[in-house]
């Protein structure tokens, strides 16, 4: 399956990519509000200054955005690295509804798995799930992240999670 995934490639956030983000989240918005929660209207209405915001972070350095991309350069999800730390970083991702199911995150996850190690030092990944996106935690499993125990995501059960970067 991930053979399939061949020609897809993390781009680094930039501004120019405002629009086309925009549209990804536009475009998936109900999609992704069936697993988590909906970014509200406010994200849509600010997106502009959001994105300004997001860029600033990630040049002080406690945050690594990056785009997913096909072969031909169609954006098909996100997936982040946030609140770095000590050696280590939160993992978040989402792909889009068009994507969905070939393999996308797995392949995405393990990228950006290898660029957290061998591009910004890190030694350590966690991510959260809630316990009824089993999607998410299929990726997680796969990609050789361990279940550290449980924890509540707003007011529903989920599950923590933690990969060692090393070797
Ligand atoms: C979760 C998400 C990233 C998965 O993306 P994806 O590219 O479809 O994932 P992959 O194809 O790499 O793998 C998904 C795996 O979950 C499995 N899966 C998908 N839907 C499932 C479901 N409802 N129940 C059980 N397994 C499911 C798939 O079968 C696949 O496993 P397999 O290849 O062994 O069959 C995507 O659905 C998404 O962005 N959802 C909305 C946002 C989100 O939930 N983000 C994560 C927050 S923690």
Redesign the pocket.
């Known amino acids: 399956?991930l053979a399939r995934m061949t020609g897809m490639r993390l781009e680094r956030l930039r501004a120019d990519h405002a629009d086309a983000v925009l549209a990804f989240e536009r475009a998936n918005r109900e999609?992704?509000a069936?697993?988590?929660p909906d970014r509200g209207d406010a994200y849509f209405a600010g997106f502009a200054a959001r994105h300004a915001a997001l860029l600033a972070e990630q040049d002080a350095g406690t945050c690594h955005f990056h785009l997913v991309l096909d072969g031909s350069g169609a954006l098909l999800?996100r997936v982040n690295l946030v609140d770095v730390e000590h050696g280590e970083a939160e993992l978040?991702?989402?792909?889009?509804e068009r994507?969905?199911?070939?393999?996308?995150?797995?392949?995405?996850v393990l990228e950006v798995c290898r660029l957290a190690a061998a591009g910004y030092g890190l030694s350590a990944l966690t991510?959260?799930?809630?316990s009824d996106?089993?999607?998410?935690m299929?990726?997680l499993r796969?990609t050789g992240f361990t279940v550290l125990g449980e924890t509540v995501i707003g007011d529903r059960p989920g599950v923590r999670y933690r990969r060692g970067l090393t070797g």
Do not use: K
């Not at 994507?99 to 995405?108: D, K, L, N, Q, S």
């Not at 991510?127 to 809630?130: C, K, L, P, V």
């Open positions: 399956m999609y992704f069936r697993s988590v999800g978040g991702y989402r792909i889009g994507a969905a199911g070939r393999g996308v995150a797995t392949a995405a991510a959260r799930t809630t996106n089993a999607a998410s299929a990726v796969r």
